[in-house]
C-alpha cells in the first residue's frame, strides 16, 4: 500500500489533521514524480505504478514506496554503510506488475512494456520468447528500456530541471554520497521523465486493400520493434494512432542510434481483416482468407526497403532508400512510412535473388513479365510491331514498387500480380515474403515472387514436358462464374520461356541481317498473338474478338458452386538473355544441386527461304522453301509479308463453333514446344513438276491429319484434345499437394467446351486394361492386319470427333470415341513405258492416293462395339496408305535414304503380264490402269482372288471386315459391325 509520507524530514508541507502527531518511521530523501509522454494524449503522464530506488554498486541500496495514481513515489534514506562520501549512487526506475511481486523481472529482462489503455505495466516476457517478439498485439504497448539515470545520460537522454545538491548529475547521472540530501516534494516533486530528449518516431505500415480499392494503413497488430543494429533492441510499441502510424520511443537520441532500423515479427499466418482491421491468427494457411484478409509478413525489417514520409500514398517522386530517412518520421503528421507489399524476387528458399555477400544487389536483366490474377499481362511493352510478352516496367534496381508492380491504384484482386516472369524462370505471388537475417539481409519480409521450379517432391506447383513448363497458379479467392455457375477461378499456366535469336552465321558482309532487324522484334511481338490464339477465350483476353472457344478444366463429377473452374492460359516468354536466372540460392562452397529440367526455348530466325521446324532450337524463316532445315545463304531472298513464320491473312471457319482463325506457323512450332505432336502426315515432296504429293513411308500415323484447321494438323485453331495433357499435368500435381488442396478433393478432372447447343467433354477411359490407367491420345496400340500396320487410338470428345476428322462437313451428334489407322506402305516402280516423273506421280497420286488424303473424298467408316460394349463404341477407320517411288525414294527423319526392305508391298507398273509373288515385300506386277482401290483391299486381305479381281470400286464395309476382327481381338470382345459414317 503507498506511504503516507511524500516529503523529506523534516520539513512538512501542511499540519497533520486535527492533534495527531506525524511519526516518521523512514527518514524520506526524495519526493520523485515519474513520467512519460503518453502519445495517445499527446502529453507528459504518470508512469504507471513505479517504484524508485538508489544504489552504490552491490554494496549498498534504498528503495521508494509505489506511486500514486498521479506518479508521486518516495525514496527514502538508503542505509550508507562504508560508502565514502565520493562513492557514486545511481538511480533507478522500477516497474510494479499486477500479480507478479518479483521486482528483478525489469532488471533481468533489461525492458518493460506499458499498455496505454489498461495504464498498467507488462513485462517483457509476455511479449517475447527468448529474442524473438514473435506477437500480434491487440494491446497498445510502448516498450521502456531497463532505465537508470546513468543509463539516461549514457544514452543521450536529459533530466528536467536540475538536481540543486549536484553539480554533476545532469551530465553523469550519478549522486556522490555526500549528495544524498533531501529533494522534492508533493507540490515541488523531483520530477524524472524517463524518456525526456530521446528520439519519438511515428511508424506508419501500409498495405493495398483490393476490397477497398484502395491503399490503407495495417493498423493494429504487428509489434514495431526498433533496434540499433542487430542486437541493441532500443525501443517498441504497438500504439497505433488514428493516422495509422505506430509510435514508437527509442532509447537514446538520433546521434546515438546510427543505426537505427525496424522490424516486427508475427506467429506464422497472421491476418488483418479488410472490414474490421482485426487482427487474428490461424494454425495453417487457408488461401480462400486471402479474399477478405491481409496476410501479414512472418518477419519484416526496414534495411533494404523504400519509404517516404507523410501521410499520403507512395510515389516515386517521394520515396527513397531508408537508409536516407532512418531518423525521419518524429511528427505524427510526418510519419515514416513502408509499404508491406513493395516486391522482391527470391531464389526457392525465399532469400532475395541478386543479392551478393555485401550486400549489392547484381540483376541479370531489366526485363520483366507482370501477370495478374487473371493471368493478362500488365502494361505490355511494345516495338514497331505491336504488343511485347514483358511488361512495360524496367527492372534495374530493388524493390519492385508495390504501386508499379503489385497493384493497380483504383482496381482489385484481378489486377494484382500473381505471376512474374524474369529471366527465363516465373517466380509466384502469393503467401511468401523475403526471408534472411533481420537487420542484415535487405529487404526482409518484402512481398516473395518466389521462383518455381519443376521438379519432383512435395508440394511442386509445376511439372515439366518438352521445353515448357506446366504450373498450378490457384487464384481461388478470386469468384469466377462459368456456365452460370458462381465458382472459384483456377489456372494451369503453359510457360515457354523463347530466346528469339538471329544467328551471326546468316550475316551477309557488313553485318547485314533482315532476320535481326526485323525478324527478331517482330517474332518477340508475335510470342504474344500465339498466345492468343493458344488461350481463345480467358479472363486474361477480355476484349479477345469472337467468336472463339472457352476451354475449362472441371471435375468430372460436375460444376457447382465454390468448386473451382480452372482455365488454361499460355505464356510465351521472351527472355534477354540465353541462359536463364537460377532458382537456387548460392552457396560456399556451393551445393550439389540437381539440374532443372531445361525447359528453356531458343528460337532462330532465318532471312532465306527454308522451312520451319520445332523443338530446340526452333528454327523460323522469313520466306518459305522445302528445305528442312535450310543451310545459310548468301546474298539473302527478298522477303514478302507477311513472313512465313507470322499470321497469315486467310482465315478458316471452325464448322463446329464458326471460331475463326488464320493459319500461323509460330503457334504451330510452340505446340510442339508444348508437348504436341504433329497431326499431319509428312509428305514426299518431288519437285514442281509432279502432280500433287504422297505420304512417305517415315511419316508416322496420324489419327487426326484429315481435320485440316487443327493448329497441329494446320496451323490454324486449337482443339479441346490439347487440353488433354493440361488435365494429365493438373492430376499430377495434385497427387504432390496435401491431400486437404482442393485439387485432390475435385479430382478426377475432364476438360470440357461448350459451343452453342454442344457440351464436349474431353477426357479418355482409364478402364480399358489394354490402353493401361493412364492412356494417352497419341499413342495407340498397333498391330498389323493383312499386309497392313494398323494403329487404334482412343479419342474423347472434342470438335474433331464430331465430323472433321472423316466428313466434309456437317457436324454429327455423337463423337466418335476411337481411331483406327490403316497404314500399308507401297514401294513403286515403272517400266519405261511411263517415262515422265510427273507421268508417275499422277498414277500414284490420281489413280489411288488423292482419295485417302482429302476429306470429302475418303473412306467414311466406323466399326461399332458389339451390345452392351460402353468403351471404343464407335471406332473411325481411316485408311491412310505410305508411298515411295523407288527410284527416287524420300530421305527419312535421320537422313537415310527409304529402302524397299520397309516396303508392304512393292508395286511394278509396267506393260505386258500380270502377277503376284508373295514375300517380303509381295510384288504386284500390274498396268497402269490397275492402280486403284485394289491395292488397298489387298493390304489388307491379301490373297490372290483380291488380286485376280482388281476391283477399283469404292472400298465398302465388307472390305473392313479384317480391322472389325482385329477391334475385336484387341479389346478382347465380340465382333462389332462396320458401318458407314
Same mark, same amino acid.
Given at each position: 500500500?503507498?506511504?503516507d509520507?511524500?516529503?523529506?524530514?523534516?520539513?512538512?508541507?501542511?499540519?497533520?489533521?486535527?492533534?495527531?502527531?506525524?511519526?516518521?518511521?523512514?527518514r524520506?530523501?526524495?519526493?520523485?514524480?515519474?513520467?512519460?509522454?503518453?502519445?495517445?494524449?499527446?502529453?507528459?503522464?504518470?508512469?504507471?505504478?513505479?517504484?524508485?530506488?538508489?544504489?552504490?554498486?552491490?554494496?549498498?541500496?534504498?528503495?521508494?514506496?509505489?506511486?500514486?495514481?498521479?506518479?508521486?513515489?518516495?525514496?527514502?534514506?538508503?542505509?550508507?554503510?562504508?560508502?565514502?562520501?565520493?562513492?557514486?549512487?545511481?538511480?533507478?526506475?522500477?516497474?510494479?506488475?499486477?500479480?507478479?511481486?518479483?521486482?528483478?523481472?525489469?532488471?533481468?529482462?533489461?525492458?518493460a512494456?506499458?499498455?496505454?489503455?489498461?495504464?498498467?505495466w507488462?513485462?517483457?516476457?509476455?511479449?517475447?520468447?527468448?529474442?524473438?517478439?514473435?506477437?500480434?498485439?491487440?494491446?497498445?504497448?510502448?516498450?521502456?528500456?531497463?532505465?537508470?539515470?546513468?543509463?539516461?545520460?549514457?544514452?543521450?537522454?536529459t533530466?528536467?530541471?536540475?538536481f540543486?545538491?549536484?553539480?554533476?548529475?545532469?551530465?553523469?547521472?550519478?549522486?556522490?554520497?555526500s549528495?544524498?540530501?533531501?529533494h522534492?516534494?508533493?507540490?515541488?516533486?523531483?520530477?524524472?521523465?524517463?524518456?525526456?530528449?530521446?528520439?519519438?518516431?511515428?511508424?506508419r505500415?501500409?498495405?493495398?486493400?483490393?476490397?477497398?480499392?484502395?491503399?490503407?494503413?495495417?493498423?493494429?497488430?504487428?509489434?514495431?520493434?526498433?533496434?540499433?543494429?542487430?542486437?541493441?533492441?532500443?525501443?517498441?510499441?504497438?500504439?497505433?494512432?488514428?493516422?495509422?502510424?505506430?509510435?514508437?520511443?527509442?532509447g537514446?537520441t538520433?546521434?546515438?542510434?546510427?543505426?537505427?532500423?525496424?522490424?516486427?515479427?508475427?506467429?506464422?499466418?497472421?491476418?488483418?481483416?479488410?472490414?474490421t482491421?482485426?487482427?487474428?491468427t490461424?494454425?495453417?494457411l487457408?488461401?480462400?482468407?486471402?479474399?477478405?484478409?491481409y496476410?501479414?509478413?512472418?518477419?519484416?525489417?526496414?534495411?533494404?526497403?523504400?519509404?517516404?514520409?507523410?501521410?499520403?500514398?507512395?510515389?516515386a517522386?517521394?520515396?527513397?532508400?531508408?537508409?536516407?530517412?532512418?531518423?525521419?518520421?518524429?511528427?505524427?503528421?510526418?510519419p515514416?512510412?513502408?509499404?508491406?507489399?513493395?516486391?522482391?524476387l527470391?531464389?526457392t528458399?525465399?532469400?532475395?535473388?541478386?543479392?551478393?555477400?555485401?550486400?549489392?544487389?547484381?540483376?541479370?536483366?531489366?526485363?520483366?513479365?507482370?501477370?495478374?490474377?487473371?493471368?493478362?499481362?500488365?502494361?505490355?511493352a511494345?516495338n514497331?510491331?505491336g504488343?511485347?510478352?514483358?511488361?512495360?516496367?524496367?527492372?534495374?534496381?530493388?524493390?519492385?514498387?508495390a504501386?508499379?508492380?503489385?497493384?493497380?491504384a483504383g482496381?482489385?484482386?484481378?489486377t494484382?500480380?500473381?505471376?512474374?516472369?524474369?529471366?527465363g524462370?516465373?517466380?509466384?505471388?502469393?503467401?511468401?515474403?523475403?526471408?534472411?537475417?533481420?537487420?542484415?539481409?535487405?529487404?526482409?519480409?518484402?512481398?516473395a515472387a518466389?521462383?518455381?521450379?519443376?521438379?519432383?517432391?512435395?508440394?511442386v506447383?509445376?511439372v515439366?514436358?518438352?521445353?515448357?513448363?506446366?504450373?498450378?497458379?490457384d487464384?481461388?479467392?478470386?469468384?469466377?462464374t462459368?456456365?452460370g455457375?458462381?465458382?472459384?477461378?483456377?489456372?494451369?499456366?503453359?510457360?515457354?520461356?523463347?530466346?528469339?535469336t538471329?544467328?551471326?552465321?546468316?550475316?551477309?558482309?557488313?553485318?547485314?541481317?533482315?532476320?535481326?532487324?526485323?525478324?527478331?522484334?517482330?517474332?518477340?511481338?508475335?510470342?504474344?498473338?500465339?498466345?492468343?490464339?493458344?488461350?481463345?477465350?480467358? /479472363? &486474361?483476353?477480355p476484349? @479477345? $474478338?469472337?467468336?472463339?472457344? +472457352?476451354?475449362?478444366?472441371?471435375?468430372? #463429377? !460436375?460444376?457447382?458452386?465454390?468448386?473451382?473452374?480452372?482455365?488454361?492460359?499460355?505464356?510465351?516468354?521472351?527472355?534477354?538473355?540465353?541462359?536463364?536466372?537460377?532458382?537456387?540460392?548460392?552457396?560456399?562452397?556451393? /551445393? &550439389?544441386?540437381?539440374? @532443372? $529440367?531445361?525447359?528453356?526455348? +531458343?528460337?532462330?530466325?532465318?532471312?532465306? #527461304? !527454308?522451312?520451319?521446324?520445332?523443338?530446340?532450337?526452333?528454327?523460323?524463316?522469313?520466306?518459305?522453301?522445302?528445305?528442312?532445315?535450310?543451310?545459310?545463304?548468301?546474298p539473302?531472298?527478298?522477303?514478302p509479308?507477311?513472313y512465313?513464320f507470322?499470321?497469315?491473312?486467310?482465315?478458316?471457319?471452325?464448322?463446329i463453333?464458326?471460331?475463326?482463325?488464320?493459319?500461323?506457323?509460330?503457334?504451330?512450332?510452340?505446340g510442339?514446344?508444348?508437348?504436341?505432336p504433329?497431326?499431319?502426315?509428312?509428305?514426299?515432296?518431288a519437285?514442281?513438276?509432279?502432280?500433287?504429293?504422297?505420304?512417305?513411308?517415315?511419316?508416322?500415323?496420324r489419327?487426326?491429319?484429315?481435320?485440316?484447321?487443327?493448329?497441329?494438323?494446320?496451323?490454324?485453331?486449337?482443339?479441346l484434345?490439347?487440353?488433354?495433357?493440361?488435365?494429365?499435368n493438373?492430376?499430377?500435381?495434385?497427387?504432390?499437394?496435401p491431400?486437404?488442396?482442393?485439387?485432390?478433393?475435385?479430382?478426377?478432372?475432364?476438360?470440357?467446351?461448350?459451343?452453342?447447343?454442344?457440351?464436349?467433354?474431353?477426357?479418355?477411359?482409364?478402364?480399358?486394361?489394354?490402353?493401361?490407367?493412364?492412356?494417352?491420345?497419341?499413342?495407340?496400340?498397333?498391330?498389323?492386319?493383312?499386309?497392313?500396320?494398323?494403329?487404334?487410338?482412343m479419342?474423347g470428345?472434342?470438335?474433331?470427333?464430331?465430323?472433321p476428322?472423316?466428313?466434309?462437313?456437317?457436324?454429327?451428334?455423337?463423337?466418335?470415341?476411337?481411331?483406327?489407322v490403316?497404314?500399308?506402305?507401297?514401294?513403286?516402280?515403272?517400266d519405261?513405258?511411263?517415262?515422265?516423273?510427273?507421268?508417275?506421280?499422277?498414277?500414284?497420286?490420281?489413280?489411288?492416293?488423292?482419295?485417302?488424303?482429302?476429306?470429302?473424298?475418303?473412306?467414311?467408316f466406323?466399326?461399332?462395339?458389339?451390345?452392351?460394349?460402353?468403351?471404343?463404341?464407335?471406332?473411325v477407320?481411316?485408311l491412310?496408305?505410305?508411298?515411295?517411288?523407288?527410284?527416287?525414294?524420300?530421305?527419312r527423319?535421320?537422313?537415310?535414304?527409304?529402302?524397299?526392305?520397309?516396303?508392304?508391298?512393292?508395286?511394278?507398273?509396267?506393260?505386258?503380264?500380270?502377277?503376284?509373288?508373295?514375300?517380303?515385300?509381295?510384288?504386284?506386277t500390274?498396268?497402269?490402269?490397275?492402280?486403284?482401290?485394289?491395292?488397298?483391299?489387298?493390304?489388307?486381305?491379301?490373297?490372290?482372288?483380291?488380286f485376280?479381281?482388281?476391283?477399283?470400286?469404292?472400298?465398302?464395309?465388307?472390305?473392313?471386315?479384317?480391322?472389325n476382327?482385329?477391334?475385336?481381338?484387341?479389346?478382347?470382345?465380340?465382333?462389332?459391325?462396320?458401318t458407314?459414317?
Open positions: 500500500m503507498p506511504d509520507v511524500f516529503s523529506p524530514f523534516p520539513a512538512m508541507s501542511s499540519v497533520a489533521p486535527g492533534s495527531a502527531e506525524v511519526l516518521y518511521l523512514e524520506a530523501l526524495f519526493v520523485i514524480r515519474g513520467m512519460f509522454f503518453d502519445p495517445i494524449a499527446n502529453a507528459d503522464a504518470p508512469l504507471p505504478p513505479h517504484r524508485w530506488a538508489i544504489a552504490h554498486s552491490e554494496i549498498a541500496y534504498g528503495e521508494g514506496n509505489t506511486s500514486d495514481a498521479d506518479g508521486f513515489s518516495t525514496i527514502f534514506e538508503p542505509a550508507r554503510g562504508d560508502v565514502p562520501p565520493d562513492g557514486e549512487w545511481d538511480l533507478y526506475m522500477i516497474p510494479i506488475y499486477d500479480g507478479r511481486p518479483d521486482s528483478d523481472l525489469y532488471a533481468t529482462q533489461k525492458e512494456w506499458i499498455d496505454l489503455e489498461a495504464k498498467k507488462v513485462p517483457g516476457d509476455e511479449i517475447r520468447d527468448g529474442t524473438r517478439y514473435e506477437h500480434l498485439a491487440t494491446r497498445k504497448l510502448l516498450r521502456i528500456p531497463l532505465w537508470s539515470s546513468k543509463r539516461m545520460v549514457e544514452s543521450g537522454g533530466f528536467v530541471g536540475t540543486p545538491h549536484s553539480g554533476t548529475f545532469a551530465t553523469t547521472g550519478v549522486l556522490k554520497t549528495e544524498l540530501l533531501p522534492g516534494s508533493r507540490e515541488a516533486p523531483w520530477v524524472m521523465q524517463v524518456d525526456k530528449d530521446w528520439l519519438r518516431t511515428h511508424v505500415l501500409r498495405c493495398y486493400d483490393p476490397v477497398a480499392k484502395a491503399d490503407r494503413n495495417v493498423g493494429q497488430g504487428p509489434l514495431v520493434i526498433a533496434k540499433n543494429g542487430i542486437l541493441n533492441v532500443v525501443g517498441g510499441s504497438s500504439v497505433v494512432l488514428p493516422n495509422g502510424s505506430t509510435y514508437v520511443v527509442h537514446g538520433q546521434e546515438k542510434l546510427p543505426n537505427l532500423y525496424y522490424q516486427f515479427e508475427t506467429p506464422a499466418f497472421s491476418w488483418i481483416e479488410y472490414a482491421g482485426t487482427a487474428d490461424l494454425p495453417q487457408d488461401t480462400l482468407r486471402f479474399e477478405t484478409h496476410l501479414l509478413p512472418a518477419q519484416w525489417a526496414s534495411v533494404g526497403q523504400e519509404c517516404w514520409t507523410g501521410t499520403g500514398n507512395p510515389s517522386s517521394a520515396r527513397k532508400a531508408f537508409a536516407d530517412l532512418r531518423h525521419s518520421g518524429t511528427t505524427s503528421d510526418q515514416l512510412s513502408f509499404h508491406l507489399d513493395d516486391l522482391g527470391t531464389h528458399n525465399d532469400h532475395l535473388l541478386g543479392e551478393q555477400s555485401d550486400h549489392t544487389v547484381v540483376l541479370p536483366s531489366s526485363r520483366v513479365a507482370l501477370l495478374d490474377h487473371l493471368l493478362a499481362l500488365r502494361s505490355p511494345s514497331a510491331h504488343g511485347l510478352p514483358y511488361s512495360q516496367l524496367n527492372f534495374t534496381k530493388y524493390p519492385l514498387r504501386e508499379d508492380a503489385m497493384f493497380v482496381q482489385g484482386f484481378e494484382m500480380t500473381r505471376i512474374v516472369d524474369y529471366d524462370r516465373l517466380f509466384s505471388v502469393a503467401e511468401h515474403r523475403v526471408r534472411g537475417l533481420m537487420g542484415f539481409d535487405l529487404m526482409v519480409g518484402a512481398r518466389k521462383a518455381q521450379v519443376v521438379p519432383t517432391g512435395p508440394n506447383t509445376g515439366s514436358q518438352g521445353n515448357n513448363e506446366v504450373h498450378l497458379v487464384t481461388r479467392w478470386i469468384r469466377h462459368y456456365q455457375t458462381a465458382a472459384r477461378l483456377a489456372h494451369v499456366l503453359v510457360y515457354v520461356p523463347a530466346f528469339v538471329a544467328p551471326a552465321a546468316d550475316d551477309m558482309p557488313g553485318g547485314v541481317n533482315a532476320a535481326r532487324t526485323i525478324g527478331v522484334p517482330l517474332c518477340e511481338h508475335l510470342l504474344l498473338d500465339a498466345a492468343l490464339v493458344w488461350d481463345q477465350i480467358h /479472363p &486474361a483476353h476484349s @479477345a $474478338p469472337t467468336p472463339r472457344k +472457352t476451354y475449362a478444366i472441371l471435375s468430372a #463429377a !460436375g460444376l457447382t458452386a465454390e468448386k473451382t473452374v480452372v482455365r488454361m492460359r499460355h505464356h510465351f516468354g521472351s527472355r534477354a538473355n540465353a541462359g536463364r536466372v537460377s532458382a537456387v540460392a548460392p552457396a560456399i562452397p556451393p /551445393p &550439389a544441386v540437381p539440374p @532443372a $529440367p531445361d525447359t528453356l526455348v +531458343t528460337i532462330n530466325v532465318h532471312p532465306q #527461304a !527454308g522451312r520451319a521446324t520445332g523443338g530446340n532450337p526452333m528454327q523460323l524463316y522469313l520466306v518459305f522453301g522445302p528445305l528442312f532445315p535450310a543451310p545459310p545463304v548468301n539473302h531472298p527478298p522477303a509479308r507477311p512465313d507470322e499470321a497469315g491473312t486467310t482465315p478458316a471457319l471452325d464448322r463453333d464458326n471460331a475463326s482463325e488464320v493459319q500461323f506457323t509460330l503457334a504451330h512450332e510452340l510442339h514446344s508444348m508437348g504436341l504433329d497431326e499431319y502426315v509428312e509428305r514426299v515432296r519437285g514442281a513438276t509432279t502432280n500433287g504429293t504422297l505420304a512417305r513411308f517415315d511419316s508416322r500415323p489419327p487426326y491429319n484429315l481435320d485440316g484447321i487443327s493448329m497441329m494438323r494446320g496451323n490454324h485453331t486449337p482443339r484434345r490439347y487440353a488433354w495433357q493440361r488435365v494429365r493438373l492430376a499430377r500435381l495434385a497427387q504432390s499437394l491431400a486437404t488442396h482442393w485439387s485432390r478433393a475435385e479430382a478426377p478432372f475432364r476438360a470440357q467446351y461448350v459451343a452453342g447447343s454442344r457440351t464436349l467433354n474431353y477426357a479418355l477411359p482409364t478402364d480399358v486394361p489394354q490402353f493401361g490407367a493412364d492412356p494417352e491420345p497419341w499413342t495407340p496400340i498397333n498391330g498389323r492386319v493383312g499386309r497392313s500396320e494398323v494403329n487404334l487410338y479419342a470428345d472434342d470438335e474433331s470427333t464430331r465430323g476428322i472423316v466428313t466434309a462437313s456437317g457436324i454429327l451428334a455423337n463423337a466418335f470415341d476411337g481411331v483406327l490403316v497404314s500399308p506402305k507401297f514401294w513403286f516402280t515403272f519405261a513405258s511411263i517415262a515422265a516423273l510427273s507421268d508417275r506421280w499422277e498414277v500414284m497420286y490420281d489413280n489411288f492416293g488423292r482419295e485417302y488424303y482429302q476429306t470429302d473424298l475418303c473412306p467414311k466406323f466399326v461399332a462395339g458389339p451390345g452392351g460394349a460402353t468403351r471404343m463404341q464407335r471406332v477407320v481411316i491412310q496408305p505410305r508411298f515411295e517411288y523407288g527410284a527416287n525414294p524420300s530421305t527423319f535421320d537422313n537415310n535414304l527409304e529402302t524397299l526392305a520397309n516396303a508392304d508391298i512393292e508395286v511394278r507398273v509396267k506393260t505386258g503380264a500380270r502377277s503376284l509373288v508373295t514375300g517380303s515385300p509381295d510384288v504386284l500390274i498396268r497402269e490402269g490397275d492402280v486403284g482401290h485394289f491395292l488397298m483391299r489387298y493390304a489388307l486381305s491379301p490373297t490372290a482372288a483380291v485376280n479381281a482388281r476391283n477399283n470400286a469404292a472400298i465398302t464395309a465388307a472390305d473392313l471386315a479384317p480391322l476382327t482385329f477391334v475385336a481381338t484387341t479389346l478382347g470382345r465380340g465382333a462389332g459391325t462396320v458407314p459414317v
